[in-house]
């Protein structure tokens, strides 16, 4: 099988980038500028293929579906000389290979406008490594990004990559954590039809909740609830064969979840699912994955940080990286932490907050600061928690909402604050609940949808409304899924 994250691709032509459709849903409104209607048509194309049909109907762009000896050749220069086109701009001097970008209207600049392109790693003479268009300039100094040949399967990169969104990130010329490349600087077009002002339209709102669960004969089955429209789909087995999982965890990233499954052998393996496209990936191992025997993850940016208890009952973790499409090499979590038996994870901006139950199945909490590069040390959660069973996290806003079980199979509830750097006690979860297995949380607004496996191993959930301050009853999730095991859940 293909390794899960293709390695970058480089040429003189352009470097395809292992990016996917994050735009954030907490962007700032974006500068007066020109280049409304580029953005308009890069936007039209978004999920879009080097060889579909374009926006305006016509094959390809350019000649990204031909252009290497009759197939697909990177394309990401094609791409945003094809939308310049689109909108008159004045195109002259521009090919295939991205650093032509950094050749045009004078070259470089390192002010970024709605409309430009902005060139990485240009090295000179014509050379880069990738380009995009620039459809949003933040006020904070960030940007957001559309551009082509991006998301790519190794082996096959320009014909499987599409159209993506990629930030908001930091748009200061120099290194982005967020690409994984150096921003080179901007280039803005000659002439074209777009004028007066604009400001980018809001992304798509999240409103589906995508609950993957280990079902009878340890395959995967996965139901989605979109919150939007109140429905459920149906009950469904996940696309790639997988046998023999016993834990899973998720993660998204833009419009792809990333799903990740301990399987027989106690490594760990992978599968993308794109929901912009309706389309999954293979499974692909992880590398250096071994002895895993609970796992859980979570996206900043473009990368996943997952992490897994060990066999030695410690914590383990490894970085996939999906702008440059690398994985990091396996790490030890520091902090001492030992015995571990479950972990669950969440993010506050650039800040990982890990939670697990040690020793005594009592609750301990540590976290990671990925701006500097430090973690803290292991902190045991006030309240008193013990005979914790199965745990899972969800956040909103500056609060982490902590879920578990404990005796009895009762759902218990605490809340960390940490903008306030508080804790609340230990509270019951109200409805009833009772019976309860494995655990998922995801929180969509200011709601929490908690899942769980009730004693008849099916799907039941309910929800925290943390704006009205209220909870709802308990809900049966329909669809007939039945001999349920571990459960988790992704939103997009």
């Not at 240009?122 to 620039?134: F, N, Q, W």
Request: glycine letters at 16%.
């Amino acid at each position: 099988m293909p390794i899960v994250m293709p390695l970058l691709k480089k040429s003189a032509a352009a470097t395809a980038v292992a990016a996917s459709a994050v735009i954030g849903l907490t962007a700032l409104p974006a500068h007066a500028d020109t280049g409304s209607q580029i953005v308009q048509i890069a936007q039209a194309n978004l999920g879009k293929g080097p060889c579909d049909t374009n926006s305006a109907g016509g094959a390809s762009y350019g000649s990204s579906c031909t252009g290497n000896g009759g197939s697909p050749e990177f394309w990401c220069a094609d791409f945003v000389k094809w939308v310049w086109g689109q909108d008159g701009v004045n195109v002259s001097g521009l090919t295939p290979a991205a650093g032509s970008f950094g050749q045009y209207n004078g070259g470089l600049s390192s002010t970024p406008h709605v409309g430009d392109a902005v060139v990485f790693n240009y090295k000179g003479g014509g050379v880069a490594d990738h380009v995009a268009i620039v459809s949003q300039v933040n006020a904070d100094g960030t940007i957001v990004t559309i551009g082509g040949d991006e998301g790519g399967v190794s082996g096959n990169w320009a014909a499987t990559a599409h159209v993506h969104g990629d930030g908001p990130y930091s748009g200061a010329i120099g290194y982005s954590s967020y690409m994984g490349m150096n921003i080179s600087g901007y280039v803005s077009p000659i002439g074209g039809n777009s004028g007066g002002t604009v400001t980018t339209p809001a992304p798509d709102p999240v409103t589906t909740a995508h609950v993957f669960m280990v079902g009878s004969g340890n395959t995967l089955f996965n139901q989605d609830g979109n919150y939007a429209k109140g429905t459920w789909s149906a009950l469904q087995s996940v696309p790639g064969g997988a046998a023999g999982v016993t834990k899973v965890a998720a993660a998204s990233t833009g419009k792809i979840t990333r799903l990740y499954a301990i399987g027989s052998d106690n490594s760990i393996y992978t599968n993308d699912g794109n929901y912009a496209t309706g389309t999954w990936g293979t499974w692909q191992k992880i590398p250096g994955t071994t002895g895993a025997r609970e796992l859980t993850a979570v996206a900043i940016g473009n990368t996943v940080h997952l992490f897994y208890i060990n066999s030695s009952n410690t914590i383990s973790n490894v970085d996939g990286d999906y702008t440059r499409g690398t994985w990091s090499s396996v790490k030890q979590v520091p902090g001492g932490a030992a015995g571990v038996q479950k972990i669950a994870v969440t993010a506050q901006g650039n800040a990982v907050h890990l939670y697990l139950t040690g020793s005594g199945n009592t609750l301990y909490n540590i976290n990671a600061d990925y701006n500097a590069g430090t973690w803290s040390s292991l902190m045991a959660l006030p309240g008193g928690a013990s005979g914790v069973q199965n745990l899972t996290v969800a956040t909103v806003g500056s609060i982490d909402h902590l879920y578990y079980t404990g005796a009895g199979n009762t759902l218990f509830n605490q809340d960390g604050d940490y903008a306030k750097g508080t804790w609340t006690g230990v509270m019951t979860v109200p409805g009833g609940a009772s019976g309860v297995g494995f655990l998922s949380a995801a929180a969509i607004g200011s709601t929490v949808h908690l899942y769980f496996t009730g004693s008849d191993n099916t799907l039941y959930n309910i929800d925290a409304d943390y704006n009205a301050g209220k909870w709802s009853s308990v809900y049966h999730i329909p669809g007939g899924a039945a001999g349920l095991g571990a459960i988790t859940t992704s939103t997009n």
